[in-house]
Nanobody, 118 residues
Framework: QVQLVESGGGLVQAGGSLRLSCAAS????????MGWFRQAPGKEREFVTA????????YYAASVKGRFTVSRDNAKNRVDLQMNSLKPEDTAIYYC???????????WGQGTQVTVSS
């Protein structure tokens, strides 16, 4: 069982930066792949990025590659998302999620709002 809580969302102008954080509880946190998803009004939830337990393998959606960076600290049970060069189309609720190897994402946070003004 894993519980996830996101923080760090807010309002920022286009071209600015934000850093999101996801705090996790659970004794097996280090064994999970951690991901970030987002959902904008009127759109389906979409994949943003993911990082495996070793922090060696990272995946990014094409829309954020080169602008966003995901990292994790297993000792602190935390995963972060550094977002640079933000665009208005990045506006969405951002969710932290966790999965085991070979499984779909099954644990989700409550979400944090990111709003980018033009």
């Amino acid at each position: 069982q894993v519980q996830l809580v996101e923080s760090g969302g807010g309002l920022v102008q286009a071209g600015g930066s934000l850093r999101l954080s996801c705090a996790a509880s659970g004794r097996t946190f280090s064994s999970y792949t951690m991901g970030w998803f987002r959902q904008a009004p009127g759109k389906e939830r979409e994949f943003v990025t993911a990082i495996d337990w070793s922090s060696i393998i990272e995946y990014y959606a094409a829309s954020v590659k080169g602008r966003f960076t995901v990292s994790r600290d297993n000792a602190k049970n935390r995963v972060d998302l550094q977002m640079n060069s933000l665009k208005p189309e990045d506006t969405a609720i951002y969710y932290c999620a966790a999965k085991s190897k070979g499984r779909d994402y099954e644990y989700w946070g409550q979400g944090t709002q990111v709003t980018v003004s033009s």
